[in-house]
Structure formats: C-alpha cells, structure tokens
C-alpha cells in the first residue's frame, strides 16, 4: 500500500526556517510536490520536483525561499523553507505521481497524497 508521510511541521516565529519531509512507502513516483491550504483559502501549489533529474518549479510566493529536493538513500522529498512568513501559514501537503507529465502544478496533477502537517509562523 502506498502511504506519503510528511514530518517536520511546527510553530515558528516569522524570518525563521522550518524543513519539512515527505516520505514514501511502497514504490518511488516520478513526480513529487508540496501543496499548501491557508486557513479559509484553496489549497494551492508550492513546488515541484521531478525524481529521475531534479528538475524543479515553485510558485512566485515561494521562489528564493523554499527549495524542494530529493533523498534517493532515504526515499524522501525534503522542503527547505526559509524567511518565513505569517502569509506561509497553513498545512502542507505532499503529493506524488507518475503519470507523464513533466511537472505538475495542479491538484489533478497527483493522484496520491500525504495528510499534511501544520505550519504555523507567528509575527
């Protein structure tokens, strides 16, 4: 059964960092990304990576302070974010496919997901 498990959410104070993971049991996909939904808001796309060359997109929101990667050892899609602030505010989501696309900013873009883990920036 294929199950994606983030980890590392919190509560942080605004200019500070927080390293989320996602973790994938069952099979590597070929696409990975991380979503967020803010309170009262969508659900909205953060970044996105492709497993087989590291190739990666972010939403302007984002871009020079997250940095998605990949751990071929661990199976793991970390989410570096950097110069948080109240506006990061939400759960985030990890979300993986492999269907041929090569990289997917949308919800419809990936059919399996994580239950998402709070992050919380205080100003």
């Known amino acids: 059964q294929v199950q994606l498990v983030e980890s590392g959410g919190g509560l942080v104070q605004a200019g500070g960092s927080l390293r989320l993971s996602c973790a994938a049991s069952?099979?590597?996909?070929?696409?990975y990304a991380w979503f967020r939904r803010a309170p009262g808001k969508e659900r909205e796309f953060v970044a996105a990576?492709?497993?087989?060359?590291?190739?990666?997109y972010y939403a302007d929101s984002v871009k020079g302070r997250f940095t998605i990667s990949r751990d071929n050892a661990k199976n793991t899609v970390p989410l570096q974010m950097n110069s948080l602030n109240p506006e990061d505010t939400a759960v985030y989501y990890c979300?993986?496919?492999?269907?041929?696309?090569?990289?997917?900013?949308?919800?419809?873009?990936?059919?399996?997901w994580g239950q998402g883990t709070q992050v919380t920036v205080s100003s």
């Open positions: 979300a993986a496919d492999s269907r041929k696309l090569w990289l997917g900013i949308y919800i419809q873009n990936y059919n399996y």
């Open positions: 069952g099979r590597t996909f070929s696409r």
């Open positions: 990576i492709r497993w087989s060359d590291g190739s990666t």
